[in-house]
């Protein structure tokens, strides 16, 4: 298909403005926050209705053109990447709260909603959205339940696949399909948490309802030093063990300490080797009890120093270094490489040494700046993209923190998806059985696998080139399973 013929019919169903073809034009779209992958799509079309999505994704079946759906372009694993020869088909215009029902405690938005708009939209409510990536400024609900996004106050009140109540989304060939609604649960398969974190691969989400939650009586903050990372990463595992749920739980290593507090000015101890955010909400009662408890408990792993924020203001400023923590890293390099991967938190202390050993043997300094209550970690590698070769050593460094992540019993990723950084580190997660089982479900919803083709999942015959599959008794098998 020539692409002016086929720009032609998409101005057919949509406002010729809203086709994009030229190259300057396109180049916004070449990436996704994981900007060391870029390519130019093929073309970029702008629907502002559910009507003109399902004629757009009808005529890409028919044509077998495949399509790549793109929020607002945030994502950190390359998951809106779009392809030489498809559509880039942005949600960008569906950023409307269509209802609010403060008695359901429900809010049904468009994917193209920010995160944070939602909370400051019902703020006078005395609600909010729990789920807050730190990119929540900017980030689309959308791309937040194709990759199933989490953020600092996750640990206590879930992922987006927990605060999502209902989606409608789009098959391939245009059928427009309901999950879930206003209620807690539904009957039948779980078809609604699997297409949460399911990375645009099953269908383009057109309107999202997302549970609400009133705002605690009280929320307050700890902050501390330790002056061993190790030690930090024991005090975590502690915290939750005396039976805390802190509503976020957040470690800083020095290097992100001091990006962040030259950047957003937050008061933290530079000359720290870890720093950990504590935050108990709930009532008056309940969080001053639980503050002298985590306080004490604190002190007892080892922290050098422990504050407590006196009032609202300081606890928000205390939590502005930490959401700034990203931008600020950026500054200490050219480039930095965000890696997302998930452990244990009983491990924390063996894989942070084990980056630090990683990042010396490489050359390439890491911050670290996590999700410590969930094990989620966040390593950012500098790294020079200008020097040749650094940007490949980076990615093999981030490969090896990954795969040592599943060797503690973790995954490759927490909240950012796979996309396409993490995906042949999926090779060594999931063994025949699994892979094989992930394409017949994608088959399921796209028989003819167009919507965001080479992403998430990879192909067997891609993991034996990897390295991590082999042939055994006429069969591809992981090496490590070979014994059994």
């Known amino acids: 298909m020539q692409r002016h013929r086929f720009a032609a019919m998409l101005r057919e169903i949509v406002p010729p403005a809203a086709v994009l073809t030229a190259e300057e034009e396109l180049r916004p779209y070449e990436c996704d926050g994981l900007s060391a992958y870029r390519r130019l799509p093929w073309m970029a079309v702008l629907p502002d209705s559910v009507e003109q999505i399902?004629?757009?994704?009808?005529?890409?079946?028919?044509?077998?053109?495949?399509?790549?759906?793109?929020?607002?372009?945030?994502?950190?694993?390359?998951?809106?990447?779009?392809?030489?020869?498809?559509?880039?088909?942005?949600?960008?215009?569906?950023?409307?709260?269509?209802?609010?029902?403060?008695?359901?405690?429900?809010?049904t938005v468009g994917p193209g909603v920010r995160n944070l708009a939602i909370s400051e939209a019902v703020a006078p409510l005395g609600l909010y959205y729990a789920p807050d990536p730190s990119s929540q400024l900017a980030c689309s609900i959308g791309g937040n339940v194709a990759e199933n996004a989490g953020g600092v106050h996750c640990l206590k009140y879930g992922l987006t696949v927990h605060n999502v109540t209902g989606i409608k989304f789009m098959t391939m060939d245009g059928e427009l399909i309901t999950l879930g609604g206003k209620t807690l649960d539904i009957p039948g398969y779980d078809l609604l948490a699997l297409l949460t974190g399911s990375e645009g691969m099953l269908g383009v989400i057109v309107e999202i309802t997302v549970k609400l939650l009133p705002k605690p009586e009280r929320a307050q903050v700890v902050l501390a030093s330790f002056d061993d990372i190790?030690?930090?990463?024991?005090?975590?595992?502690?915290?939750?063990?005396?039976?805390?749920?802190?509503?976020?739980?957040?470690?800083?290593?020095?290097?992100?300490?001091?990006?962040?507090?030259?950047?957003?000015?937050?008061?933290?101890?530079?000359?720290?080797?870890?720093?950990?955010?504590?935050?108990?909400?709930?009532?008056?009662?309940?969080?001053?009890?639980?503050?002298a408890q985590v306080r004490a408990l604190l002190l007892k792993q080892g922290a050098s120093e422990v504050r407590t924020a006196g009032n609202e203001a300081e606890r928000l400023r205390m939590w502005a270094g930490r959401k700034a923590a990203f931008p600020a890293v950026g500054r200490l390099s050219p480039d930095y490489y965000c890696m997302d991967g998930t452990i244990p938190r009983k491990h924390l202390g063996k894989v942070l040494a084990k980056i630090g050993a990683l990042s010396k043997e490489y050359g390439l300094a890491v911050a670290n700046v996590f999700h410590a209550g969930d094990g989620n970690l966040h390593p950012l590698i500098l790294y020079n993209a200008n020097n040749p070769g650094e940007l490949e050593k980076t990615e093999e460094l981030g490969g090896k923190i990954l795969e040592f992540c599943i060797q503690v019993g973790g995954t490759v990723t927490g909240e950012h998806g796979v996309g396409v950084e993490k995906i042949?580190?999926?090779?060594?997660?999931?063994?025949?059985?699994?892979?094989?089982?992930?394409?017949?479900?994608?088959?399921?919803?796209?028989?003819?696998?167009?919507?965001?083709?080479?992403?998430?999942?990879?192909?067997?015959?891609?993991?034996?080139?990897?390295?991590?599959?082999?042939?055994?008794?006429?069969?591809?098998?992981?090496?490590?399973?070979?014994?059994?």
């Not at 028919?62 to 945030?74: D, F, I, K, L, Q």
């Not at 994502?75 to 569906?94: I, N």
């Not at 005090?235 to 290593?253: Q, R």
């Open 54 to 107: 399902g004629r757009i994704l009808r005529l890409c079946h028919e044509h077998g053109v495949p399509v790549v759906a793109r929020g607002a372009g945030t994502g950190l694993s390359g998951g809106a990447l779009p392809l030489a020869e498809g559509v880039l088909l942005s949600l960008a215009k569906f950023n409307r709260i269509l209802e609010i029902d403060p008695v359901n405690r429900t809010a």
């Open 230 to 291: 190790e030690k930090a990463g024991d005090a975590v595992a502690a915290i939750i063990a005396n039976g805390f749920v802190p509503a976020g739980l957040e470690m800083m290593d020095k290097l992100a300490i001091r990006a962040a507090e030259e950047y957003a000015k937050a008061g933290y101890p530079i000359e720290a080797a870890a720093i950990l955010l504590c935050e108990l909400d709930g009532t008056n009662e309940e969080v001053s009890e639980g503050i």
């Open 424 to 484: 042949n580190q999926m090779c060594l997660q999931f063994g025949t059985n699994e892979l094989t089982q992930f394409h017949a479900l994608k088959a399921a919803f796209d028989p003819r696998g167009l919507l965001n083709p080479g992403k998430a999942v990879p192909t067997l015959s891609r993991c034996a080139e990897f390295g991590r599959l082999h042939v055994h008794g006429g069969k591809l098998v992981h090496p490590e399973l070979e014994r059994f």
